[in-house]
């Protein structure tokens, strides 16, 4: 299995309209595919690398909170925060997500998104988060974002 996936999907908005979506933690949950983010516990809109978003969650076990820090950004074209940890059971995570914006003109958008488990040292969690956010999972959450500017 690949602790890397990445997928791509043109989106009919404007780089800026998309790239305002995902700098903007009170609407991540317009972002996830899974369904797994319920909302923003703590933070404002991102706006460059090393801010930090406390996020609720929800899996079948239950609901958690995990701590995210920005560690890429560049205005308008790409935005990337790496899981930290779930503070709830105090676990670290390290799993990344990166979204890199390319205009095709004033109205369309290539959007990659690329999830990396490559740092999260838990072989078991690794494992999970590698079986669960698969290229079906990605593509969901590019849909969603679709939808979210649409």
């Known amino acids: 299995?690949?602790?890397?996936?990445s997928v791509s999907r043109q989106i009919p908005a404007a780089a800026d309209v998309i790239f305002d979506l995902l700098s903007?933690?009170?609407?991540h949950a317009?972002?996830?595919g899974s369904g797994?983010?319920?909302?923003l516990d703590q933070g404002d809109r991102i706006k460059e690398v090393g801010d930090t978003f406390t996020v609720n969650m929800t899996k079948e076990d239950g609901d958690y909170q995990t701590e995210n820090t920005v560690f890429a950004f560049a205005e308008g074209r790409t935005i990337g925060w790496k899981n930290d940890r779930n503070i709830t059971d105090d676990v670290p995570v390290g799993a990344k997500w990166l979204w890199?914006?390319?205009?095709i003109d004033a109205g369309n958008t290539n959007v990659t998104l690329t999830y990396d488990a490559?740092?999260?040292?838990?072989a078991e969690l690794r494992a999970g988060a590698i079986k669960s956010f698969d290229e079906s999972h990605l593509e969901d959450s590019l849909s969603a974002v679709a939808s979210a500017v649409a």
């Not at 490559?118 to 838990?122: A, G, N, V």
């Open 24 to 27: 903007n933690p009170h609407r």
């Open 100 to 103: 890199e914006l390319e205009p």
């Open 30 to 32: 317009e972002t996830d």
């Open 118 to 122: 490559s740092e999260i040292e838990d």
């Open 1 to 5: 299995m690949n602790e890397k996936v």
């Open 36 to 39: 797994m983010v319920r909302s």
